[in-house]
């Protein structure tokens, strides 16, 4: 069977560099926010271009702390798209505000600007909900339209979180996402480009007092430097809590591993658009292959083609020993938690989308004969199959 993604050649390039790092930590104690955590956090706001990160214990949460940080909650409204996995819309009930779906671009699967455009118009006019914010996903790998998508929420007045627990290292004209975005977050979880060894996320952001307000949440709302400018507590911050916060402490040996993974990322990302390349090549002529973004890097967290007889093919080539996955059979409105909310002008893209989908083996590793192999058995099964 060859791997969806194959997590044992990464560590098998890392090698005793990665196993020497997590015995360090083991060895030395600091198992909770050791020294890897600051260094790891320097090291992945200079990758991702921006002057703050703050990893924190998953990419949920990594959602969540700004919302909180912002004071988003009952009656606020943050529009993200229903094609996404879960953790996208659920930040938005954690905090007791209400997700607004917005649909998608045919293209990229990314939230579509002019759809935006016109759904915070008809919250406004509706006026149950005050528009706060924009949660733009990264869908598997592919940046969104920062430019477009900024200009919306200028307009409008509202924050723009880059969600790129998918995305991570995605560029547009040689700019990661925070260059438009208020905060990007991230995930780490093991199949994600950049994941670790267990759970974590982190936030990019380019406002020091809101990077402020994220490490005070991170920890139960420990006070932080600026909370003490002007008083005096000679005792652990974590103590002294100036606001309700949570637990989203990152371990050690995960940030030990990302700093490890961090350092062949770069290469991994060239090597991941070699393979998209060659499965487009192999594939753009009997079955639709999603375009490259033009003047943009995507990580690709997935490869994703389009099929009229998606479960068909996927049982095919379960038979020729290739693995495949839907990313996503049920958009997320169509969910009993989210089916209330609102969704104006409908979701047709997003509908037609989820039908067709079939993500295909894609990591740094997969190698030309294995992709052949895969290639082949498509093309095979596509022209038996009309």
């Not at 420990?222 to 974590?238: I, M, N, W, Y």
């Not at 068909?312 to 089916?339: I, N, S």
Request: hydrophobic share 45%; with cysteine.
């Amino acid at each position: 069977m060859i791997p969806f993604i194959d997590l044992q050649t990464q560590r098998q390039r890392l090698g005793q560099p990665l196993e020497d790092a997590i015995l360090k930590v083991v060895r030395s104690g600091a198992y909770i926010m050791g020294p890897e955590i600051a260094q790891f956090e320097a090291e992945l706001a200079a990758f991702g271009q921006a002057p703050h990160a703050l990893s924190c214990g998953s990419g949920t949460e990594a959602l969540v702390l700004p919302l909180m940080a912002w004071e988003i909650g009952p009656g606020d409204a943050v529009f993200c798209p229903s094609f996404t996995f879960a953790a996208t819309a659920e930040a938005m009930p954690l905090v007791g505000a209400s997700p607004v779906f917005v649909d998608v671009l045919p293209d990229t699967y990314n939230i579509d600007p002019a759809r935006l455009e016109a759904a915070i118009v008809a919250v406004k006019a509706e006026g149950q909900l005050t528009p706060r914010a924009v949660i733009a996903v990264d869908l598997f790998g592919q940046p969104a339209d920062y430019p477009a998508i900024a200009a919306v929420c200028a307009k409008h007045g509202l924050k723009l979180i880059s969600d790129s627990a998918q995305g991570f290292g995605c560029t547009l004209d040689g700019k990661h996402p925070i260059h438009w975005a208020d905060v990007t977050t991230t995930s780490f979880f093991p199949a994600k480009p950049l994941g670790c060894y267990g759970d974590g996320g982190a936030v990019l952001s380019r406002d020091a007092r809101l990077h402020d307000l994220l490490v005070s949440l991170r920890v139960h709302g420990q006070a932080v430097k600026s909370d003490l400018e002007g008083r005096t507590f000679d005792h652990d911050p974590k103590y002294l809590n100036m606001r309700v916060g949570m637990n989203s402490r990152m371990d050690t040996i995960q940030a030990a591993v990302l700093l490890q993974k961090l350092s062949i990322f770069a290469d991994e990302i060239q090597a991941r658009n070699r393979v998209a390349a060659r499965y487009a090549a192999g594939l753009g002529d009997v079955v639709r292959v999603p375009p490259v973004i033009r003047e943009g890097v995507s990580v690709w967290a997935q490869y994703v083609i389009e099929a009229e007889d998606r479960d068909g093919l996927a049982a095919h080539l379960k038979t020729e020993g290739v693995p495949t996955a839907v990313y996503y059979p049920v958009p997320l409105h169509r969910q009993a938690p989210y089916a209330q909310y609102p969704q104006p002008g409908g979701l047709p893209v997003t509908e037609a989308a989820a039908e067709k989908v079939l993500a295909l083996p894609m990591h740094a590793y997969l190698t030309e004969a294995d992709q052949d192999h895969i290639v082949s058995a498509i093309r095979n099964h596509v022209k038996r199959n009309g």
